[in-house]
């Protein structure tokens, strides 16, 4: 037996934390309580926090996982369960044409990928092993890209029936649910009616339908009323992800739009929300800047359109007439110059004497891999009423990565790296807008109840020895937009289904993560 003694425990119900040693055999937790007379191999928590492992309820590791599967940023955190395919995008339903393209990109794959649908790639990453467990979404994108490519419009009835059997496909491979991200091509030019019909597929096998909202600015209430009437139409169980309000004259309203959560949970239908603890989001810079229709396509697509000068001057008179808060914009990730990697976009179009918008143009017609950047434009209220929220849950919005070695040369968001003891640290300890108990809830109890988790996100004899002893004195971020991969501080020892993946805040290696496939978990 593994002991786990001398820890306070923190059960991830919501309840009052209390003094108990935590007994692990295999992969379930088997005692807890004065376990000081049992022989067994002791892990000296005294002074710690134990709770359940973290449930990271929005990820994108489907697009890292074949590179990383040591998932260093994930358990450093400690998180033992990733839900991955979020914003409609997943890399398991890629199949070898070039609508694909960004997808490889994303992956920072180069071969051809030898899956054939999402359970091909499920059984590709167990095959390779874990660090922490994965669930899976079906991505809409993806998964409308198969059938319809980048066209637009709504499918005619052939094309929606192959979009609900290769959703259905998925479901029975063990997909948790279905994501959209509809400010993105394909998925924007989904129709609430085509959303439903597919949600629909999902509901029948009570999975969660993640949304990333169609707006989350100047629209933000009428799309969160979009994806309601998704929900309404389909009974499925609705997740809005990563919810904020962009842009300073939006702050505030997420006050409406929580409301509006909680009076359809009133009208019977089942919808929550997730959040990052940062001011900034990262997303394509294209998608950030560019007209809706320059965002087809590959980047080296998008980069051939823009170097045409009559498509560069129709683009620059559309950009001069969209509200863009250029001093807030920061360059993430630019493979094909990392010079502007963590700059101000007005900086360097003031260096180049020319317009950000000019200077958008010209970084995004010489781009050979997908530009990101961070925008400052959260309000820190909003983030803090969002977080407060009994209905929301704690979701990095990143992808699994180590501090240095594959992917390291990106400049990626702090979330990655920072996000659960950014909470524990800065919106537990330093500024209490959340207490232990609530946090660790936020983190566990409740994204597991979205995913249906009986055994998992709760401290508990029974359940999975997925387990997280940390420092409530010293658990803190690191990870900076200026330094995004640095690990936490504080995380002492982390448990995956009963095996240490980190020990005395140390790595170990192993890879006891398990492909959580819906029905099966």
Sequence with gaps: ??????????????????????????????AIGDLSALPGRRSDATGLFVTPGFIDLHTHSDTTILRVPQMSSTVRQGVTTEVCGNCGLQLGLAVNTPEFEMERRLSHWSGRFS??????????????????????????????????????????????????????????????????????????????????VLAEEVAAVDGLYATHLRDEADGLIEAVEEALEV??????????????????????????????????????????????????FMTGLGVRTLPAWMQEGSVEQVAERLRDSATRARVLAEMSRMAVDWEHLQIGVSPHDRSLQGRRVVEIARERGISPAEAVIDILAQATGVVAVITFAIAEEDLRTVLRHPLTSVGSDSGTRHADGPLAEDRIHPRGFGTFPRVLGRYVRETPVLTWEEAIHKMTGLPASRLSLARRGVLQVGAYADLVAFDPATVIDHATYEEPHRYPEGIRHVFVNGVAVVRDGKQTGALPGRVLRRGSR
């Design 1 to 30: 037996m593994e002991i786990l003694s001398g820890g306070t425990v923190v059960d991830g119900t919501g309840a009052a934390r209390f003094r108990a040693d935590v007994g692990i055999e295999g992969d379930s937790i088997v």
């Design 115 to 196: 899956w054939r649908s999402l359970g091909e790639f499920m059984a590709r990453v167990e095959e390779m092993g874990t660090a922490a467990n994965l669930a899976f979404l079906a991505g809409h994108g993806t998964l409308r890209k198969r059938v319809m490519g980048w066209e637009r419009g709504a499918p005619d009835a052939a094309a929606l029936r192959q979009m609900r059997d290769l959703l259905r496909e998925a479901l029975e491979e063990g997909a948790v649910g279905l994501s959209t991200g509809l400010e993105y091509p394909p998925g924007r030019y989904a129709t609430v009616e085509e959303i439903a």
């Design 231 to 280: 929900a309404r139409r389909s009974g499925v169980r609705l997740q809005l992800a990563h919810h904020k309000a962009e842009n300073r004259p939006n702050w505030g309203k997420v006050q409406h739009t929580l409301a509006r959560v909680d009076a359809a949970r009133a009208a019977g239908i089942d919808v929550a929300c997730d959040v990052y603890p940062y001011t900034a």
